[in-house]
């Protein structure tokens, strides 16, 4: 066979299924978005009401608002602090040494476990009688002692944020530390050498380097981040009330709880959109890289 | 004579701030495994001593939980999830990787991008039509989901280490008559297959701890281990010990494949954006 017909017949088994079980079901949320589309009712999709569904959730839903801001604070807290924790904890281990090289081999185990058995051992963690970070946080801060962690509005979204972090540390540090070992150790020395301070070195030499590994680590952690679902669901279930209530789950509750899917894929469209912004960012930078 | 105490002094404190960030890390998961091996009168407790026992794990492997079930359930969708993506994303992956087709470019920020859609988006339809051609339930159902969040990671992933393979003795073997396939066979997949066997174990572990699509697709007949976790939370409260217990069954042999692959877990993650 000619490799000009070839090379297209290989990679056709992997398109259909790409586009079988992403672009369809994609394509298909979007029809969905469109209709009353009630889940009990027979001949679902039912009522084809056009963009009322997405004007609905806009204009007339304050639940939908409150997984809007959820979400958005939820994005940016957990973004700024697993990106400078992990920046932090990345220019402490890539010195190397057989103690920091131990040390790196034991943060890939959190990032094996599954979002949702993390989402269990933080509640078990917070628990107030017998959670282990509970009685650490008593200790440190005596007010928050006799305090249910998860029946507080606001403390309950920052177990969930803290969960989230402790989750995800290892991972952007190992992805750091990687970056960090390709800036090239003559120009710190030559820095050195001219007298330049640790904390010139790091703004002038390695931040720089670092930009685009940064530029990688912030755009897939604030994507994964939008899309927080596993965690939250076995930690809170999106409680007290909707305090922790995330788009994710959002969608979940009424698309299949309520069986309201027409209006949840409404609202699992509007969540593309921020998407396909980083998305498109993502994929600049994985061809720019590509091509060097 | 001062600078040189004070350089021992900030090695110190560097190496403290080491070993308490370790420790928070370490911790929750040292926790569950003693919680594991806890009495139920024990993991009420916070105490570091306590007399070990297996009833634990015989319970959940007992009525009414039977986790052995959803361990076989776990263990043969994600299997056949890999067993399927990485063949054809190996095709297409040497395809990208040797050719330059006609929307390539298209094609493959297309795969890329489906990573980022939210599982919310592409279950919903799955749920419907699952539901009208009875695979609700089912462990095919559950495959189908699967390979829409595998087959990205592993086309790119592949594609990386296919890139890495020099062109050279490819097109010596094409000049001296082999067919592309040939070459396919008896020269890519051997030089390729350390790099096949990571990214199957790197689907493996994202298809084993996959959520929310269990969540909706199963509820009796095909559950798997992370949707058996919610079996442990009772009336009258969360059965820590054995939600412990589970929760090793879950970690353990993922741990172990993390750490044989844990040279490539940057790249598989990233999907090739670092190296």
């Not at chain 1, 990345?90 to 034991?106: D, N």
Request: glycine share 6%; aromatic share 12%; with cysteine.
């Amino acid at each position: 066979m000619r490799d000009n017909t070839l090379k297209y017949l290989l990679v056709m088994p992997a398109v259909v299924i790409v586009f079988a079980t992403a672009i369809w079901p994609l394509i298909q949320s979007f029809r969905y978005s469109l209709f009353q589309g009630r889940l009990t009712r027979p001949g679902f999709p039912q009522g084809y009401i056009g963009f009322e569904n997405y004007t609905w959730a806009v204009s007339q839903e304050p639940a939908f608002w409150n997984s809007v801001i959820v979400t958005g604070v939820y994005t940016l807290l957990t973004v700024a602090l697993t990106v400078l924790l992990s920046l932090g904890l990345a220019l402490l281990l890539v010195p190397g040494g057989r103690f920091r090289m131990s040390i790196q081999t034991i943060l890939i185990l959190p990032f094996a476990m599954s979002p949702a058995l993390i989402g269990v051992s933080f509640r078990f963690m917070f628990n107030p009688e017998f959670g282990l970070f509970d009685a650490f946080f008593g200790l440190l801060i005596p007010p928050l002692a006799d305090i249910s962690w998860l029946s507080d509005p606001i403390l309950a979204f920052a177990v969930c944020v803290m969960a989230d972090v402790w989750g995800w540390i290892p991972f952007l540090t190992l992805v750091l530390i990687g970056g960090l070992a390709a800036v090239p150790s003559e120009t710190i020395e030559a820095a050195q050498v001219d007298g330049a301070g640790g904390w010139q070195v790091f703004r002038d030499i390695t931040l720089p380097q670092l930009a685009p590994v940064l530029a990688v680590v912030i755009i897939l952690k604030s994507i994964f981040s939008l899309k927080t679902f596993d965690q939250v669901y076995m930690l809170t279930n999106g409680g007290p009330g909707t305090a922790t209530q995330t788009l994710s789950h959002y969608v979940y509750f009424n698309g299949l709880k309520y069986g309201q899917l027409g209006y949840a894929a409404s609202v699992a469209w509007l969540m593309v959109i921020p998407m396909i912004f980083l998305t498109y960012a993502y994929a600049k930078l994985v061809f720019r890289k590509a091509q060097q | 004579m001062r600078t040189a105490t004070r350089r021992k002094f900030w090695r110190t404190v560097q190496t403290l701030i080491i070993v308490i960030a370790a420790a928070v890390m370490i911790v929750p998961i040292v926790w569950i495994f003693m919680a594991a091996f806890k009495s139920h009168v024990d993991v009420y407790q916070l105490k570091l001593l306590f007399k070990p026992t297996l009833a634990n794990f015989a319970a959940v492997f007992a009525e009414p939980y039977k986790l052995g079930d959803k361990l076989i359930n776990s263990t043969i969708v994600a299997t056949v999830t890999v067993v399927i993506a990485i063949p054809v994303a190996t095709l297409a992956s040497y395809s990208f990787s040797r050719f330059r087709l006609r929307g390539e470019t298209t094609m493959l920020v297309m795969i890329l991008a489906t990573q980022f859609v939210p599982a919310v988006v592409i279950v919903l339809p799955f749920f419907v039509m699952f539901r009208d051609v009875g695979l609700l339930d089912t462990r095919t159902g559950l495959v189908l989901v699967n390979l829409a969040i595998v087959m990205p990671f592993a086309i790119w992933m592949i594609k990386g280490f296919i890139d890495g393979i020099p062109i050279d003795t490819e097109e010596a073997a094409l000049v001296d008559g082999s067919t592309r396939m040939q070459v396919i066979r008896n020269i890519v997949l051997p030089m390729a297959a350390p790099g096949l066997i990571t990214s199957g174990i790197f689907c493996f572990i994202i298809a084993w701890n996959e959520f929310l699509f269990a969540l909706i697709i199963t509820n009796k007949d095909a559950v798997t281990l992370p949707i058996g976790l919610a079996l442990f939370k009772a009336e009258e409260g969360d059965l820590w010990n054995l939600l412990s217990a589970a929760g090793i069954i879950i970690m353990l042999p993922m741990f172990v494949l993390a750490l044989i692959i844990r040279k490539h877990f940057v790249q598989g993650m990233t999907m090739g954006a670092v190296r």
